[in-house]
């Protein structure tokens, strides 16, 4: 119960957004993000992005200053924390 009180507390007033990558609108909504975020993560498959035409690449001439790609290999049934 503490920990349920303290995650709540922590994450008052985020906001999340999950675009459809899979459309153009979508994507429209991802490079705008791109554009004012530091920090961009993913949970696709290795080389989807690249499928979907929102490629490393793509997105770094968006948003080029510290923009780097790492891969973590893990399970897909483990959640990010």
Do not use: C, W
């Amino acid at each position: 119960m503490m920990r349920a009180m303290m995650t709540l507390r922590a994450d008052r007033k985020k906001r999340s957004v999950t675009p459809n990558m899979r459309t153009e609108g979508g994507r429209a909504i991802l490079r705008k993000l791109v554009t004012v975020s530091d920090v961009v993560v993913e949970n696709f498959e290795h080389g989807d992005l690249d499928k979907m035409r929102a490629s490393y690449d793509a997105l770094r001439q968006i948003n080029p200053p510290g923009y780097s790609e790492a891969h973590v290999k893990q399970p897909r049934d483990q959640g990010v924390i």
